[in-house]
């Protein structure tokens, strides 16, 4: 199965979707779910989601620079 090179463009749009979905995921669980347990679980999820935001930003900036 042959499948299309990736593009710097096609891992920024990645990083920040997984970032966004990640961020949002560690911040609507605890209100849904109402469980004070996992907090642990979303320090290690909102921690994951700046770090993907960072990826992304180095990924614009790499895409931009002259």
Do not use: H
């Given at each position: ?10 891992i ?7 970032a ?9 669980v ?13 320090r ?9 935001g ?9 895409e931009?620079?002259?």
């Amino acid at each position: 199965m042959f499948l299309p090179p990736l593009t710097l463009q096609d891992i920024s749009v990645l990083l920040a979707v997984s970032a966004i979905l990640l961020l949002a995921t560690a911040e609507l669980v605890p209100y849904l779910s109402g469980e004070k347990t996992l907090i642990s679980d979303m320090r290690k999820l909102r921690n994951m989601a700046v770090v993907l935001g960072v990826l992304f930003l180095i990924t614009v900036i790499i895409e931009y620079l002259p």
